[in-house]
């Protein structure tokens, strides 16, 4: 039976009885919720000969690029818990999104900074489990040079983010799940290139 079964929807008549029960290491959620965020923000950049952009003449109305730091991601830290009714709490969190800006006069000299922001929600996080905000994603980034001093040698850039922000409260524990063993790999095919590509089969 275990050699029948394959991964996909269950034929109508009911999927097979599990075969055995195995023990899986996995991350378990608690509990999760998302909100789309606006945020603005304002930061400093140096332009002196040594410093983060030194290249170009910078004017107050330059667009300036901005992006998500390559190979970082939007992580968030527990400020505070409060405990609320039904075994759920309401958690305070800071919110830290890596920000790269680059210099509108040379793509190649970029400064990174870290936009920081708080956020309060009620979510079901046991003690012990912390909130995770790892699959948050950055939607939308819009900066621009809105002061300019010659004197300091610096220009002030302001920045508006929008963030998904996905709350998780994850814990990686032991579970107990009915299963049909293991998987067994299907033999590799080549198959002549279609496009657009068929959609997925499912394995009836």
Same mark, same amino acid.
Do not use: H
């Given at each position: ?26 991350? =378990? ?38 992006? @998500? ?49 708080? =956020? ?44 998904? @922000?996905?709350?998780?409260?994850? @814990? ?33």
């Amino acid at each position: 039976m275990a050699n029948q079964v394959c991964p996909g929807p269950c034929p109508p008549e009911g999927c097979p009885p599990p075969t055995q029960i195995d023990c899986i290491v996995v991350e =378990k959620v608690y509990d999760s919720c998302f909100q789309v965020d606006d945020r603005t923000r304002m930061v400093t950049v140096t332009t002196d000969d040594g410093g983060q952009w030194p290249t170009g003449v910078f004017t107050v109305g330059q667009i300036v690029t901005c992006g @998500l730091t390559v190979g970082a991601e939007i992580s968030c830290t527990e400020i505070s818990r409060v405990p609320a009714d039904d075994g759920f709490v309401t958690v305070t969190i800071m919110v830290s999104v890596p920000m790269t800006l680059t210099n509108p006069n040379d793509a190649t000299e970029t400064t990174d900074r870290v936009f920081n922001f708080t =956020k309060t929600a009620t979510l079901c996080c046991p003690p012990g489990v912390e909130p995770d905000c790892s699959e948050s994603t950055l939607m939308v980034c819009n900066c621009v040079i809105t002061q300019v001093d010659d004197v300091d040698e610096t220009v002030e850039v302001t920045c508006d983010v929008q963030v998904c @922000l996905v709350m998780r409260c994850i @814990l990686t524990v032991q579970l107990l799940v009915p299963s049909y063993g293991f998987c067994v790999p299907a033999p590799c095919v080549t198959l002549p290139g279609i496009c657009p590509p068929s959609p997925p089969q499912q394995c009836n």
